[in-house]
């Protein structure tokens, strides 16, 4: 089922006189149990894009559904909504995480009671119990950025908008962020997140929305978009340096050969050199894997030449 | 309902977890009474006595400190919430935006009114002023809220649209002060509809009337302050709801 659609989201900012064209095309679908990484450079409307889905910034055309409801509408919609917005606290500092979470929850719209069960359920889950009686200003980047997603599942929404949620935080932090973002997508929620971290987003992500100048130039399935970029290429390790003979032979094939790694673009001569080393051991063959990153720079330079 | 037990809890504990905040506010605001009356008196001379005038300056005074906690409650803590970025989440409820604030400002009053309460006690202690409190003060005191309200939704709807609205609301402060203070319930002929149209000033008068100088509540001019009191609650309501779609269009509900 989808949860998220957004089409051919549009917004210009006017300012100083200036417009600038911050979003020019953006449509996005996402599933349940679906998580979507949006990338983009710096400046590229990602933000903007977030906050038009979740009904804090009113597009200029387009269209937002969220399980079929207009965030800018209907006021309804917005209950399906969670959101951990970039660069900001979305939480009270001077409260506790239990506080916080309870106070979210009923404005969010549950009652009391359920709020105080939810936030007992959602500490517990955050690893965050031990110091769900802590100022928010006296824990760490970490727990934090923790809390703030906690706060955002507090009314169980069916769309979780994540705008950089690793941002900052440290390997360990990273981790469980990762972990935590993975279970909630489970547990069949749609997830919509933004990072600049491009492993994270290979790692996370079924699907991959690479945005450049306000428009979206590539959305594919991260497996999909990464088989595309990756060559046929194939690295033949072997565990000890070829001998002269075979060295001689191999050399004849269209290969390159660098001290026990043999480098090979065609299929069928991974078979050929396999016959010839036969049966010196080797460590591994493998196939090449393009990397998300080199994916990403590769798709927005070649925007950029277009302009 | 339960959001507004929510707001109760949540502004209670800010409070008391930030008490020396507000025992300073306290203090602060009689100890700048107290000098302003200490200087006037030692201007004026030791023979000159205040009398209904004394009483009825405290009275607009503390009504002028319960707006200014008001305006801070809603104006303030907009600009507060846009900086520290918790403003969009209130956002994303499914509460409208005004109903929120409004259910602050709700639960917060009565914290106020405590608050209040304890800076006129120490005010009247210390200026020995006899203020009397009629039941008869808490109609015209509703017309006085009900404009502050309103007054805090329109400076929350600047602060909302503007950011920096901070030197404005320091003017702002003084302008109030100036207006809670002036004597309208006395002024006559075509001042007098100036009276009537400055925002809570109609309310102010009538609060003089009945604990400075003792009289009865005049119901005629409390409906005119009941309708002044409608009329900048709706404006205030009125110009929020704008500066909300104005904000959401500039994509600036945010500190941006
Ligand atoms: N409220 C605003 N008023 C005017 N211009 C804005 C506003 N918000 C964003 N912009 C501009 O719109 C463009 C897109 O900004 P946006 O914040 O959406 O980018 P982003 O992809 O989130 O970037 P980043 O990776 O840096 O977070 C930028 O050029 C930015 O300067
Ligand atoms: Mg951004």
Redesign the interface.
Known sequence: MLILEASHLQ?N??SQGKTVA?VRDVSLNIAEKEVLAFLGPNGAGKT?SI?MI?????PDAGQVRIVGRDPHRD??A??S?G?V?E?????????TPE?NL???G????L??RT?HQRAKTLLERFELTEKRRS?VQTLSRGMQQKLAIA?ALIHDPQLLLLDEPTLGLDVEATQSVKRLVREIAAEGRAILLTTHQLDIAEELSDRVAIINGGEVVVEEPTTELIRQFSNAAYTIELEHALDSVRLDKISRLDVVIKHEKIYVNQLKLVYEILEIVRPLPFVQVVKDQASLEEIFLKLVQENRMKC | M??F??EL??SW??LS??ASEVIGGVVGTTIIFYGLFLSTRYIAGPGFQFGDRLDGIIVGYVLWALMLFILGDIAGGLQQEAR???L?????????APV?FLMRAFASLLLNLIINLSILALIMVLTGSQLSFPPTLFPPLLTVLLGAYGISFAMGSLALILKQVQQLLNVFQFALLFLFTLPVETWTGSLRVIGWILPMAPGAGLMRDVMARGLDLNWQTWLIALLNGICYFSLGIFLFRWSE?TA????K??GY
Do not use: H, M
């Not at chain 1, 660069?87 to 409260?95: D, E, H, K, P, T």
């Not at chain 2, 969009?88 to 409208?96: D, P």
């Open positions: 917004k900012y006017r911050a903007t906050k979740a009904g804090l910034i009113l006021a309804c917005r209950r909504i959101a917005l660069g900001n606290r979305n939480v009270y500092w001077r409260l506080e309870t106070y979210f009923v404005l969010r719209g009652s009391q709020a100022l706060v | 339960s959001l037990l929510a809890k949540r504990i800010q977890r930030y520290t970025g918790t969009e989440q209130l956002f994303l409820s499914s509460y409208s929120v779609k959401k269009r500039q994509g509900l945010s």
